[in-house]
C-alpha cells in the first residue's frame, strides 16, 4: 500500500484534493445521495495517514463549497450533521496522529454548534506537526478573495494600511490560507475537469490532476501513484527550462 518515502522523492508537500464524486456514487447504487457523502468521509483518514509516508506535509480537502447551499435542504442539512459527527469521531485519532486540523471557509453562515466543534477541534490539535490538514467547509475561492479585500479595505480606511502597500504578498495575508504554503497539486476525483471555485488564488501555479475515480472509491495506493508521477513533472513557473 503505503510506498517508501524514499520511491516519492521530489513530490509535493502541499496536496489539494476536490473529493467529488459521493452521489453519483450513491446513486450508481440506488442508495440516497448522504449515503455517498457517509462512505466519501470515510475515506479521509486513509488519505491523512498516507501522507507521511508520501512526503505530504500539508493536505487541504474541499468538503463542502459556498455553492452548496443551492442543494436541497435535506442533503445540506445531512452534511451539516455529517460535518458534526465527523469532527466528534475522529478527533481522537487525528490527534493521536499528529495531525494539526485547520479549517478555511466562512463560518458565518455555520451554526454556532459546529463551529464550536471546529475551534475546539483546532485548539486541540494546534501542536501537532507530523501532518497539516486543512479543511475547506462554506469555502469559495471568491467568497474567501472578496472576504480579505473587505478586510484590507477596513485597515486601509482605518489609516494602519496605505493602498501604495497592497501588492499580491499583503493580500495574500488577509486570505483564509495565510498559514498554508501554495498547493503544489490539486487532484480532483469524479472525472469533472474543473475548478469549482476551489483555491483560485493559491493555485496560480499548481499541477492539476484529474481522475474519473469517484471519491468513495479513491485509496492510498491511487493517491500514491499520482504522487509518483508528479515527481515526473516540470515546473516553470514562467521561466525556460535549464
Ligand atoms: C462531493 O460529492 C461532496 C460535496 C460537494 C459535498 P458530490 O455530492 O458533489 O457528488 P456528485 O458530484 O454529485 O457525484
Ligand atoms: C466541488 O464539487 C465542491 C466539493 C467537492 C466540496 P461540486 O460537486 O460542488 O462542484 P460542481 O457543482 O460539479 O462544479
Ligand atoms: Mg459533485
Known sequence: MAKDINEIQGGPDHVAIIMDGNGRWATQRGRP???GHHAGARRVREMVEACP??????????AFSTENWKRTQSEVAGLMKLFRRYIERETKALFKDGVRVRFIGDRQKLDDKLV?????????????DKVHLTIALNYGGRDEVT????????????GRLSHKDVDAETLA?????RFLPDPDLVIRTSGE???????LWQSAYAEYEFVDTLWPDFTAEEFGKILSNYGNRER??????V
Open 33 to 35: 445521495r448522504l449515503l
Open 193 to 199: 475537469a474543473r475548478i469549482s471555485n476551489f483555491l
Open 173 to 177: 495575508k488577509f486570505l483564509d490560507t
Open 116 to 128: 464550536s466543534l471546529m475551534d475546539n477541534l483546532e485548539l486541540y490539535t494546534s501542536g501537532n
Open 147 to 158: 472576504r480579505a479585500a473587505q478586510r484590507l479595505a477596513f485597515e486601509v480606511e482605518q
Open 53 to 62: 509516508d508520501f512526503g505530504v506535509k500539508y493536505l487541504t480537502i474541499f
Open 236 to 241: 516553470r513557473f514562467g521561466a525556460v527550462s
